[in-house]
């Protein structure tokens, strides 16, 4: 089946410091979208950015990530933490399938700590 | 911007107790989502919809029933609530089932069941 998967459960990165959030995916969907979602605490999760096109860097709010088909990757990453990025981020999977409806797949979720 | 409400924001129950978790949202969006959050297990599908009277199966079904009476409203009936459902539930929609079209989320309803 499909799915995503994000190695670590926890990372933990110095105020000022790049972080990279890992994720990699196994698909059969014919055409697919990938989404990073961010949730603060308390909060509900929200979109932090997406794309769907192979090779193409997308950024917004600092972060940017890169789609490799290639390497069946969408990666996060940032180049200087902020203590306000502390919260947990989900890679997720959005394809067409050849027949019944198409789910959007998660990933188990990283949860980033920012420290001073 | 998108909007989606839930209620009750907060549940305590017994087991054995019925419960119903209610999901509106104004985006005129066709699919509406349910969600579990558990530590260690992310983000769960447990029913969803594509529209008025329809509803399909999730990951984690069991135990849960839904149903969708308009484009706007979504439920989950809990009719015998067990602890091991004590959980943060979410609704969301999305104007698509696939492809770059976002989900929104609820703000969240937290579930205890004693």
């Known amino acids: 089946g499909d799915s995503v998967t994000q190695t670590e459960g926890l990372v933990t990165v110095t105020e000022g410091l790049p972080v990279k959030l890992n994720c990699t995916y196994q698909t059969t969907y014919l055409t697919i979208a990938f989404f990073w979602y961010v949730q603060y605490l308390n909060e509900a999760p929200q979109v932090l950015l997406k794309?769907?096109?192979?090779?193409k860097r997308t950024e917004h709010q600092g972060f940017h990530a890169t789609l490799h088909k290639s390497s069946s990757s969408f990666h996060l990453q940032k180049s200087s933490a902020q203590l306000s990025d502390s919260a947990l981020y989900y890679c997720?999977?959005?394809?067409?399938?050849?027949?019944?409806?198409?789910?959007?797949?998660f990933g188990q979720g990283t949860s980033l700590s920012v420290v001073p | 911007e998108a909007a989606v409400t839930q209620s009750p924001r907060n549940k305590v129950t017994v087991t054995g107790g019925n419960v119903t978790l209610s999901c509106r949202q104004t985006?005129?969006?066709?699919?509406m989502y349910w969600y579990r959050q558990d530590t260690g297990h992310g983000l769960r599908l447990i029913h969803y919809s594509y529209g008025a009277g329809n509803l399909q199966i999730g990951d984690v079904p069991d135990g849960y029933k839904a149903t969708r009476t308009t484009q706007e409203d979504f439920f989950l009936l809990l009719e015998l609530a067990s602890p091991s459902q004590t959980s943060l539930y979410f609704c969301?929609?999305?104007?698509?089932?696939?492809?770059?079209?976002?989900?929104?989320f609820g703000p969240g309803t937290r579930l205890t069941v004693l």
């Open positions: 969301a929609s999305s104007a698509r089932d696939w492809g770059p079209y976002e989900q929104y």
């Open positions: 794309s769907s096109t192979d090779n």
């Open positions: 997720a999977l959005s394809g067409i399938a050849s027949s019944s409806f198409s789910k959007l797949v």
């Open positions: 985006n005129s969006h066709n699919y």
